[in-house]
């Protein structure tokens, strides 16, 4: 199975430390509402929140460390 988040929605989501899809779809959007609509990170915030909410999105395997992107990959952000 291949990761459907792009590197920094990867990214964000572990960083959340959320359990469970609810917990992270929660957290984001109070985040977004914070967040001004030019920051770099809305449209990022705006992604993960419609992808999160897709029925066909796997959270357990997304929270994974230890698939999707080569460690080379996460060393550019």
């Given at each position: 199975?291949?990761?459907?988040?792009?590197v920094e929605e990867?990214?964000?989501l572990q960083s959340l430390g959320s359990k469970n899809r609810l917990e992270a779809l929660n957290v984001?959007?109070?985040m977004v509402?914070?967040?001004p609509v030019s920051s770099p990170i809305f449209s990022t915030i705006a992604g993960l929140i419609i992808k999160l909410k897709d029925a066909s999105f796997d959270f357990a395997y997304e929270m994974r460390s230890d698939n999707g992107f080569a460690d080379d990959e996460t060393d550019m952000l």
């Open positions: 199975m291949n990761s459907i988040l792009t990867r990214i964000l984001l959007s109070d509402g914070r967040v």
